[in-house]
């Protein structure tokens, strides 16, 4: 079999390649075998990572198992949770790129065969899965698993951002000091990814949808062992695909992003979904307006089937139980391209027949296309003079009450100014909290309105007030909230224009966001206005805040033309 290793470890004439991976600890052996990399962001940061040392050497024994040699290095990861509400969060999605360009220099440096990327969290997984978009190599995702729920509060299992709604609480005077402590030392009990279906989760539940994961290995518990049986199986499913030469970019087509995106509307999926799914799709060539089609499409087509926080109060491991990602396929299978093939080696109708449910069926988490939990888009595309490119939104975590709502401007410049006034309590029943000079560009990093949202549930004003944004949400969010408005205000967007007291309405069934201004106003005072400075200039952020495209393309970082 003819390898990418191979190709620069033949003797004689590549003897100094062998001797540089000879001096690192590599046997005669070792040299002879698919070089399989194992890109880990492992680190002691991030609860969602802190397991994966453990779950790297179950991927090691299966790589050796299978016959392959094993080359691990390390990977960037950075915390959402620990970024929110301070400037760390402009690093945030600028990671994801930076996660994308490490990987491919050093499987690209080293000619490595294979991958197996091991990750978990928000912008990691799709920062792994554009690598392996881009690099075009045998490509295996594996995550290290959600965490447990927390104590029970407000009616449901806590977890990390329970503490957000729960500082509202306390300076409403709804709960006292002594309920927020305890609450801080019991909201996140173990490793993992965050218990909710946030966008960590979602998007290691879109790998295993485009079959990019092994079946089933979306969900199952950080602290579960079978976490350390995939991993096994992992490493023993990477070498087979580099034997049989599948590559990424066979298994990644849009037919398995079509599947993906069925699986985000059926379940209720993170808003964030629509940027990183077009950033994975923009390494094979399809365009943002392709994928904005196909989630409008889509949405408009696919029953929700499962429920769970922050819609309900089911979380991760609830979702696991209930039969997590094949459950939920199997329940819209005939929406699916069933053909797609799978990094298992098999297609997405071959693992689904074949898969063993270890906890029996829960039709309050996952229940059938024939008695889904709702017929509206679980995310919606909007349009309108607010949003010319398009926005986002999640009407799965909107009361259905709020999916159409008219209210007056209250405009902030930062997300900090906004959280500000909203503990202050100088937000009002019926207004619109408009956060702009958030996006790609003028954040920059498109920072999260995570404690903005969570701050207006805890004041008691998420079913009486709306939150939009050029920013992005966490997926843990709910209330009324539109984001990834484009073009941005730092790009002369529409939303640069608004004002203090104008009337803005959304209308999620129409698919509007309108600023009720006449276009002429419109347009003159956007001939007035001046592109605020940009608030980096030197590092990554100001190389960021350069090269970013729009929202609606996915965020991607694009060299000037």
């Given at each position: 079999?003819?390898?990418?290793s191979?190709?620069?470890?033949?003797k004689?004439?590549?003897c100094?390649n062998?001797?540089?991976y000879?001096?690192?600890?590599?046997?005669?052996?070792d040299?002879?075998?698919?070089?399989?990399?194992?890109a880990n962001?492992w680190?002691?940061l991030?609860?969602?990572h802190?397991?994966?040392?453990?779950?790297a050497?179950?991927?090691?024994?299966?790589?050796?198992?299978a016959?392959?040699?094993?080359?691990?290095?390390?990977?960037?990861?950075?915390?959402?949770g620990?970024a929110?509400?301070?400037?760390g969060?402009?690093?945030i999605?600028?990671?994801r790129?930076?996660i994308?360009n490490?990987?491919e220099?050093?499987?690209?440096?080293?000619?490595?065969?294979?991958?197996?990327?091991?990750?978990?969290?928000?912008?990691?997984v799709?920062?792994?899965l554009?690598a392996?978009?881009?690099?075009?190599i045998?490509?295996?995702l594996?995550?290290g698993?959600?965490m447990l729920?927390g104590?029970?509060?407000?009616?449901r299992?806590?977890?990390?951002?329970?503490?957000?709604?729960?500082?509202?609480?306390?300076?409403?005077g709804?709960?006292?000091?002594?309920?927020?402590?305890?609450l801080?030392?019991?909201?996140?009990?173990?490793c993992?990814?965050?218990?909710?279906y946030?966008t960590?989760?979602t998007?290691c539940?879109?790998?295993e949808?485009?079959g990019?994961?092994?079946?089933?290995?979306?969900?199952v518990?950080g602290?579960?062992?079978?976490?350390?049986r995939?991993g096994?199986?992992?490493?023993q499913?990477?070498?087979?695909?580099?034997?049989q030469?599948v590559t990424?970019?066979?298994?990644?087509?849009?037919?398995?992003?079509e599947n993906a995106?069925?699986?985000?509307?059926?379940?209720?999926?993170?808003?964030?979904?629509?940027?990183?799914?077009?950033a994975?799709?923009?390494?094979?060539?399809?365009?943002g307006?392709?994928?904005?089609e196909?989630?409008?499409?889509?949405?408009a087509?696919?029953?929700?089937?499962a429920?769970?926080?922050p819609?309900?109060?089911y979380?991760?491991e609830?979702f696991?139980?209930?039969g997590?990602?094949p459950?939920?396929m199997?329940?819209?299978?005939?929406?699916?391209h069933r053909?797609?093939?799978?990094?298992?080696?098999?297609?997405?109708e071959?693992?689904?027949?074949?898969?063993?449910y270890?906890?029996p069926?829960?039709?309050?988490?996952?229940?059938?296309?024939e008695?889904?939990?709702?017929?509206?888009k679980?995310?919606?595309i909007?349009?309108g003079?607010?949003?010319?490119?398009?926005?986002?939104?999640k009407?799965?975590a909107?009361?259905?009450?709020?999916?159409v709502?008219?209210?007056?401007?209250?405009?902030?410049?930062?997300?900090?100014?906004a959280?500000a006034?909203i503990?202050?309590?100088?937000?009002?029943a019926?207004?619109?909290v408009?956060?702009?000079?958030?996006?790609?560009k003028?954040?920059?990093?498109?920072?999260?309105m995570f404690?903005?949202?969570?701050?207006?549930?805890?004041?008691?004003?998420?079913?009486?007030?709306?939150?939009?944004?050029?920013?992005?949400f966490?997926?843990?969010n709910n209330?009324c909230?539109?984001?990834?408005i484009s073009?941005?205000?730092?790009?002369?967007?529409?939303?640069?224009?608004v004002?203090?007291?104008?009337?803005?309405?959304?209308?999620i069934?129409?698919?509007l966001?309108q600023?009720?201004?006449?276009d002429e106003?419109?347009?003159?005072r956007?001939?007035?206005w001046?592109?605020p400075?940009?608030?980096f200039?030197?590092?990554?952020?100001?190389?960021y805040?350069r090269?970013?495209?729009?929202a609606?393309?996915?965020?991607v970082l694009r060299?000037?033309?």
């Amino acid at each position: 079999m003819t390898t990418r290793s191979g190709d620069i470890l033949g003797k004689p004439e590549w003897c100094f390649n062998r001797s540089v991976y000879k001096s690192a600890g590599y046997s005669e052996d070792d040299l002879e075998r698919p070089i399989i990399g194992i890109a880990n962001s492992w680190n002691d940061l991030v609860p969602g990572h802190t397991n994966l040392r453990q779950v790297a050497e179950h991927v090691r024994k299966g790589i050796h198992m299978a016959g392959g040699t094993v080359a691990e290095f390390g990977v960037i990861a950075a915390c959402d949770g620990t970024a929110q509400g301070h400037a760390g969060m402009h690093f945030i999605l600028p990671s994801r790129d930076l996660i994308a360009n490490d990987i491919e220099v050093m499987v690209e440096a080293h000619r490595l065969d294979g991958i197996v990327l091991l990750g978990s969290c928000d912008k990691i997984v799709p920062g792994m899965l554009i690598a392996a978009a881009r690099l075009r190599i045998p490509a295996i995702l594996l995550p290290g698993g959600p965490m447990l729920g927390g104590v029970e509060f407000d009616g449901r299992k806590s977890d990390l951002t329970t503490l957000s709604e729960g500082l509202g609480m306390l300076k409403s005077g709804r709960i006292d000091a002594a309920t927020y402590g305890d609450l801080e030392e019991s909201c996140g009990p173990t490793c993992g990814s965050c218990a909710f279906y946030g966008t960590a989760n979602t998007m290691c539940c879109m790998a295993e949808a485009m079959g990019m994961s092994l079946p089933g290995a979306a969900l199952v518990p950080g602290v579960y062992n079978d976490r350390f049986r995939l991993g096994e199986a992992t490493g023993q499913a990477i070498v087979a695909l580099v034997r049989q030469q599948v590559t990424a970019d066979k298994i990644i087509t849009f037919s398995a992003l079509e599947n993906a995106i069925r699986v985000l509307m059926a379940t209720g999926g993170s808003t964030n979904a629509v940027l990183h799914l077009s950033a994975i799709a923009a390494e094979l060539d399809i365009s943002g307006a392709q994928m904005m089609e196909a989630y409008d499409r889509l949405s408009a087509s696919t029953p929700q089937v499962a429920k769970v926080n922050p819609a309900s109060k089911y979380d991760m491991e609830d979702f696991y139980k209930a039969g997590g990602v094949p459950r939920v396929m199997q329940a819209i299978l005939p929406l699916l391209h069933r053909d797609c093939l799978t990094v298992s080696g098999a297609s997405v109708e071959e693992n689904l027949a074949g898969y063993r449910y270890k906890y029996p069926a829960n039709p309050d988490v996952i229940n059938t296309m024939e008695r889904p939990f709702g017929n509206q888009k679980g995310l919606a595309i909007l349009r309108g003079n607010l949003a010319p490119q398009t926005a986002v939104t999640k009407p799965a975590a909107i009361d259905p009450a709020m999916h159409v709502f008219r209210g007056t401007a209250r405009v902030f410049d930062s997300e900090e100014a906004a959280e500000a006034a909203i503990l202050d309590g100088r937000i009002q029943a019926g207004d619109v909290v408009v956060i702009r000079y958030e996006g790609p560009k003028g954040g920059p990093g498109m920072r999260e309105m995570f404690k903005a949202m969570k701050y207006i549930y805890g004041m008691g004003l998420a079913k009486k007030t709306a939150l939009i944004t050029d920013g992005r949400f966490s997926g843990t969010n709910n209330g009324c909230f539109v984001g990834h408005i484009s073009p941005e205000a730092a790009d002369g967007g529409p939303l640069a224009a608004v004002c203090d007291g104008d009337r803005i309405s959304i209308d999620i069934p129409k698919g509007l966001l309108q600023l009720h201004v006449p276009d002429e106003e419109i347009a003159a005072r956007l001939a007035e206005w001046r592109r605020p400075p940009p608030r980096f200039t030197r590092g990554y952020l100001g190389i960021y805040s350069r090269l970013a495209s729009s929202a609606a393309d996915g965020a991607v970082l694009r060299a000037p033309a």
